[in-house]
Every structure is written in structure tokens, then in C-alpha cells.
């Protein structure tokens, strides 16, 4: 409602140049109008919400291109503007006419199931359905017998199993499909741009799946092989359809995505059936070299060093307060820790034995009086 104010006369003040009252002037009421208060209704209401909407959006787009423009002319930024925009355009309008195709599609398909869907459809659809899950459970045993008795690396039993199963199941719904009525075109071509977001959105899974393929075809490592990886070091239990599992020397199971090891250095510790045990030891500089290869060669014979290896037993280098000697012999990959523990302790013994002391780092202060 608009409000009203009332102007009263001035006569009740009083100047020093006044000098004859004035006369009483009429009251006069004068009508203000009060504007009212715009909100968000009004506003969408007089004007679209596309309008407020664009100015938003070019608003962010000035914002960001500032921090770009900083450095650059006035030209370069209104180019690089014209530039992004001319870009964006065509790449908007293409994303939103197949989004626009595809679910102008998927309607149609879905007209199409329900105007030609009978209870007859129905039943023979669950028949195949029977039958397609006992023939997957079929086919799988099948595969399961071909496997074991072939040649391949017990690791590629598990990616062929879940490939031969992901097959079968995709074939069983297409199968179904067809059944039912619904068109296998067109489900194919919406199913193509369902995986393309799909896969859009699960890029480091694609990418451990690939990298399974590359270890079980370039076999840098087998189940049971002992592996250095990516700071981790263990036993291969299971090369998975995503993850590398992986068993440490405590036992504790370790499961590396197949991307991190593809991408990493790889050491095969146990790929070779014959692994080299090396020692190096500190004598002092008091033992004769003779005695000292001498007492190494005897705690290198253990009884499951491989024989037709030679032992070697050489000086190395010469320290500040000590000589050192370097010990090679080679033994059986499964038996590797066993006999470098034992070697380790008989060296030990050969020196105590011969009375040839074991130096570390230390120095001699003499102090003269």
C-alpha cells in the first residue's frame, strides 16, 4: 500500500528576518509511491531463466580467461576467447544431437518391446533362460577340463575362465533379447554408447585388464615365482583379471593393480632354477689372504651347493682397518635362504677356528706422555 506524508507549514519557525506572519497555507497530502521490492519470483517471471542462466555461464568463462589474459594483450585475449568458443561450439552441439539420438532410440525401442509384448514371449524367454544358464555351467566345465590339460601357465587359467564366463553371459542376453522382441540393433547401439561412458569413467580398471593381458602373454613372472615389484617383494599366489596377489616373507598378502607393474622395474628372484649366494666379509690385516680364501672355500661346502659350480673365494678391496674377501656359490632358487644362512654361520666358525679375526671400523688413538 502506498504511504502517505503529510506537509505541514513552516510558520512555526521563526527567523530574524521575519517581520509579519505568514499566512496559514492549506495542508497538503501527498501520495509516495513505494517501489517494490524486485525477488527472484518477479524476476523469472519477466524474464526467462535461459537469460540469467548465459550470463552466469559467460561470467565464469571471463573469470577463468582472466587468469590466462594476465600476461597477455588485449588481442590475444579477445583471439584466445574467439578461439576457445568457436571450438567449444561445434563439440557441444555434436555431444548434445547423440545424446538427443540416443534417447530418442531408447524410447522407440521401449515402444516397441511393450507394443509387441505378449505373455507367450514371456514363456519361451524363460525356457531360454533355463537352457542358456545350463549351457554356461556346461561350457565352463568344458573349459575347465581344456585348461588343465594343456600346456598353459596355470595363471592364464583365471583370465580365460572370467573371458570364456563374460562371453557367455553377454550371448545369453542378447539371446534373450531377441526373444522377448526387443531389437538387438538397436540395444547393440545403445549399449556401445552406455560402454563408452562407462569406460570413460573406469580408465585405470581397462587399464589393469590390459596390463593382465601383457603379463600373461610376455610371462615376465609365473605363479610361485619370487618377485621384486614396485618396493615390494614376495611370492606370486594369483595373476587376477585386475590385481597381481602376492604373498610377502611374512606371509602377509599383497594385492599390486597390473598397471603399477607393468609400468614398474620387475625382478624375477626365482626365475632361473639356480640362484648365486654372494658374501663379503671383513678379515684383518694381520691374517695372511691364503688362510683367509682358504677358510671361506671350506664354509662354502654345503651340502646342497650345487657342485659342478666352483666356489669362489677372492680379496676384493682393501679398507681402512680391514681387507675384504667376496664368497660366491650357487644353490637351488628354493634353497637359496637356507644355504646363504648356514655358509653365513660357518664362516664365522672357519674364522674363529683358524684365528682369523673379523675387523669393523674403529680407530686407534695413541696419546704420548
Not at 521563526?14 to 527472484?40: E, F, G, H
Not at 524474464?47 to 548465459?54: A, G, H, I, T, W
Not at 575362465?161 to 557367455?168: A, D, E, G, H
Request: glycine share 4%; aromatic share 8%.
Amino acid at each position: 500500500m502506498p504511504k502517505e506524508s503529510v506537509c505541514k507549514p513552516r510558520s512555526s519557525r521563526k527567523t530574524a528576518r521575519q517581520t509579519s506572519p505568514l499566512p496559514m497555507l492549506p495542508t497538503v497530502r501527498i501520495l509516495r509511491q513505494t517501489r517494490p521490492r524486485r525477488t527472484y519470483d518477479s524476476i523469472s517471471s519477466s524474464r526467462p531463466r535461459s537469460r540469467f542462466l548465459l550470463r552466469g555461464f559467460f561470467r565464469a568463462f571471463n573469470f577463468i580467461s582472466s587468469f590466462r589474459a594476465s600476461e597477455n594483450s588485449k588481442e590475444e585475449k579477445i583471439m584466445s576467447d574467439f578461439l576457445f568458443l568457436s571450438a567449444a561450439e561445434p563439440l557441444a552441439a555434436q555431444v548434445a544431437g547423440e545424446l538427443a539420438e540416443n534417447a530418442t532410440q531408447t524410447k522407440s525401442v521401449i515402444e516397441k518391446f511393450f507394443d509387441t509384448f505378449s505373455f507367450a514371449k514371456l514363456v519361451s524367454a524363460a525356457i531360454l533362460l533355463v537352457i542358456c544358464i545350463v549351457c554356461i555351467k556346461i561350457l565352463l566345465k568344458a573349459t575347465e577340463k581344456m585348461l588343465k590339460s594343456s600346456k598353459l601357465d596355470c595363471s592364464c587359467h583365471t583370465f580365460i575362465r572370467s573371458t570364456v564366463k563374460i562371453v557367455l553371459v553377454f550371448l545369453a542376453i542378447m539371446l534373450l533379447a531377441g526373444t522377448l522382441g526387443i531389437d538387438t540393433s538397436s540395444l547393440l547401439a545403445i549399449l556401445s554408447v552406455a560402454g563408452l561412458a562407462v569406460s570413460l569413467s573406469i580408465q585405470d580398471s581397462l587399464s589393469n585388464l590390459a596390463s593382465a593381458v601383457v603379463l600373461l602373454t610376455t610371462h615376465p613372472f609365473k605363479v610361485g615365482d619370487f618377485i621384486e615389484v614396485g618396493g615390494k617383494s614376495g611370492t606370486v599366489r594369483q595373476i587376477g583379471v585386475f590385481h597381481t596377489q602376492i604373498a610377502t616373507p611374512d606371509n602377509q598378502l599383497v594385492y599390486l593393480p597390473n598397471s603399477h607393474i607393468t609400468s614398474a622395474e620387475i625382478t624375477n628372484v626365482t626365475g632361473s632354477e639356480l640362484r648365486r649366494i654372494e658374501l663379503t666379509v671383513q678379515a684383518s690385516y694381520d691374517a695372511a689372504p691364503e688362510t683367509v680364501k682358504a677358510a671361506l672355500v671350506r664354509a662354502a661346502q654345503h651340502p646342497k651347493r650345487v657342485e659342478k659350480e666352483p666356489v669362489f673365494a677372492r680379496l676384493s678391496a682393501y679398507g681402512d682397518s680391514a681387507v675384504s674377501y667376496t664368497l660366491r656359490l650357487w644353490t637351488a632358487g628354493s634353497d637359496y635362504w637356507d644355504v646363504y644362512y648356514d655358509v653365513l654361520e660357518a664362516v664365522g666358525r672357519e674364522f674363529s677356528q683358524s684365528n682369523i679375526e673379523m675387523t669393523y671400523p674403529h680407530i686407534n688413538v695413541h696419546m704420548d706422555s
